[in-house]
């Protein structure tokens, strides 16, 4: 006797069933938020943490903390680092994520994101996770410089100034001017790295040759103020994010103190 197809794997007109399209919307949604956390975990905690740690073990037995440009130093250390631990996951997020823009047969169709790392080590070489490793770290060094190390000297001048105590209320005004020195300090290395990434070949040449030449270009034809250009949208983004990370950093490592190192 011949078998009959199940319902559940086949549809009335004899296609396997699939799940909805609103379901695979869903599943491949989660896979990109996949490699978006897995960024986070690796690099934010990793510029944090050191910066943390260099921060307490730089500051004086009185409770002096490190002047400003030992700050932006440790800043530039935590960057560096973060984004060499984090790159593996970048490479990942961005291949995911241009992944539905490419043909159909030039999709490399990761399932998440350590299904990425696995494919691109094992079909690539494990060099290939640290691909555009430099122009990250640079990006990083500057970000994280300016992020950092204006959120110390802002929160240091608010406590000093008398009208703050060190509160939400403090961290919340510190973040808001470390978002815009950042976003002020960041945008023109944004710009260089787009413009090279995006650049076209004219007569068989590259458009730039190097980051300061597209700065160089940039302020030429364009105007110096040109470097800011979309400051307002950027600072939405990245403002509430500086936000929001120092003021949950702020409030765990309060949590902690309370919790074990009150007695």
Request: aromatic share 10%; charged share 15%; glycine share 10%.
């Amino acid at each position: 006797m011949a078998a009959t197809a199940s319902p559940a794997a086949s549809g009335m007109d004899g296609k396997p069933r699939t799940s909805p399209k609103s379901v695979k919307f869903l599943f491949g949604g989660l896979a990109g938020l996949s490699a978006g956390l897995l960024r986070q975990a690796t690099y934010t905690t990793t510029r944090l943490g050191i910066y943390t740690v260099l921060f307490e073990r730089l500051t004086g037995a009185d409770g002096t903390p490190p002047g400003f440009l030992l700050k932006a130093l440790i800043g530039m250390t935590a960057g560096a680092t973060g984004a060499f631990v984090g790159t593996p996951a970048e490479v990942a997020l961005i291949r995911m994520t241009a992944d539905g823009r490419l043909p159909a047969d030039q999709r490399r169709g990761y399932k998440n994101v350590f299904n990425a790392l696995i494919r691109i080590t094992r079909e690539e070489g494990v060099p290939t996770l640290w691909r555009g490793c430099i122009p990250t770290m640079a990006r990083a060094v500057v970000v994280n410089a300016a992020q950092l190390a204006s959120y110390s000297q802002s929160k240091q001048f608010l406590l000093d100034s008398g009208y703050f105590s060190d509160n939400i209320l403090c961290h919340f005004c510190a973040s808001m001017i470390s978002g815009l020195v950042t976003t002020a300090a960041s945008m023109p290395v944004d710009i260089a790295k787009t413009r090279i990434q995006n650049m076209r070949m004219i007569d068989g040449k590259p458009e730039y040759k190097n980051g300061l030449d597209v700065l160089f270009k940039v302020v030429r034809y364009e105007g110096f103020f040109s470097l800011w250009k979309g400051f307002t949208p950027y600072y939405a983004r990245l403002g509430p994010h500086t936000v929001l990370t120092f003021i949950f950093l702020e409030q765990m490592n309060k949590a902690y103190k309370r919790l074990f190192l009150s007695g």
